[in-house]
């Protein structure tokens, strides 16, 4: 059974810096690719980040050079360094694993991010 374990959301100041984790377990291909999105009650859940097994990264436009994602594969986790945050990036934020070659798709449960003085 594949689980996805989510970590490092809370609440932090604008300009601050948060570091998200999503543990992956029940996973026995080589070949995933790992991905953050986020939702508000406001908008569709929405990708942030993206890297593949290759580590070949995707970063939506609005977090460009204030997010990072990385992944130790060692540990099946994937990272998400969060720089300079704003107010827009408060959502709840997901992780997502794709496996390959079947495309299978699991979610994590979501971790709050709030950007607030």
């Known amino acids: 059974q594949v689980q996805l374990a989510e970590s490092g959301g809370g609440l932090v100041q604008p300009g601050g810096s948060l570091r998200l984790s999503c543990a992956a377990s029940?996973?026995?291909?080589?070949?995933?690719?790992m991905a953050w999105y986020r939702q508000t009650p406001e908008k569709q859940r929405a990708r942030v980040a993206q890297i593949t097994s290759g580590g070949e990264t995707i970063y939506a436009d609005s977090v460009k050079g204030r997010f990072t994602v990385s992944r130790d594969n060692a540990k099946m986790t994937v990272y998400l360094q969060m720089n300079n945050l704003k107010p827009e990036d408060t959502a709840v934020y997901y992780c997502n694993i794709i496996v390959r070659p079947e495309d299978y798709s699991y979610w994590g449960q979501g971790t709050q991010v709030t950007v607030s003085s």
């Open positions: 029940g996973i026995f291909s080589s070949s995933y690719v």
